[in-house]
């Protein structure tokens, strides 16, 4: 991959978050929101991209909208570094170690929300974020989700956020470049 400088690669990280949190705030769907916005901010929309997006749907709100899963935005990051950088099924044998090395990859973003949200789990994030979790399967916890400011400026920042930092730690491995 191409060298990218460092006023670039701000652009880019820059145009992560915005995506990321434009894309939460208008269509949800935290997993497949970072996924996207990743797949646009590096000009990487394909049919293999498609499907990936296509396959992250179940994976918002901890898993299926269940909270007691893995954050659909890290989920959503992780699978783009493993788009980028993960082994082939051609490759099931990876004798080279490749998913050792997408797992540090994926550490690194791991540590990132440790680091600003103290978890990756999901209603353990909304605990962090606005003081109680909430149960997404019942209309009226879903209206308080909102009044909270879930799409406005909780889970749209967690969002953006996902999205930076995957773009951040591709960028710094030389992995993705300008589209």
Not at 17 to 25: C, I, Q, W
Not at 60 to 69: E, H, S, T, W
Not at 94 to 114: C, E, G, M, N, S
Not at 116 to 123: A, M, S
Request: hydrophobic share 35%; aromatic share 10%; charged share 25%.
């Amino acid at each position: 991959m191409t060298q990218v400088d460092d006023s670039l690669k701000q652009a880019l990280i820059d145009k992560a978050y915005e995506l990321g949190y434009r894309y939460e705030r208008e269509y949800m769907g935290c997993a497949q929101c970072v996924f996207a916005a990743l797949t646009d901010t590096f000009n990487l929309r394909n049919g293999q991209t498609d499907a990936i997006f296509q396959s992250l749907t179940a994976l918002a709100g901890g898993g299926a909208g269940q909270g007691d899963g893995s954050c659909g935005a890290y989920v959503g990051a992780a699978a783009f570094i493993g788009y980028i950088l993960g082994r082939s099924r051609d490759n099931f044998a990876d004798p080279d170690r490749i998913r050792h090395r997408t797992a540090r990859l994926v550490d690194r973003v791991h540590q990132k929300f440790i680091d600003e949200y103290g978890t990756v789990v999901c209603h353990q994030m909304h605990r962090k974020i606005y003081g109680r979790p909430f149960w997404f399967k019942d209309p009226d916890e879903m209206a308080k989700f909102e009044a909270a400011g879930a799409h406005e400026t909780g889970c749209t920042s967690v969002v953006g956020n996902g999205a930076r930092w995957a773009a951040e730690v591709l960028l710094e491995e030389g992995l993705v470049g300008c589209p």
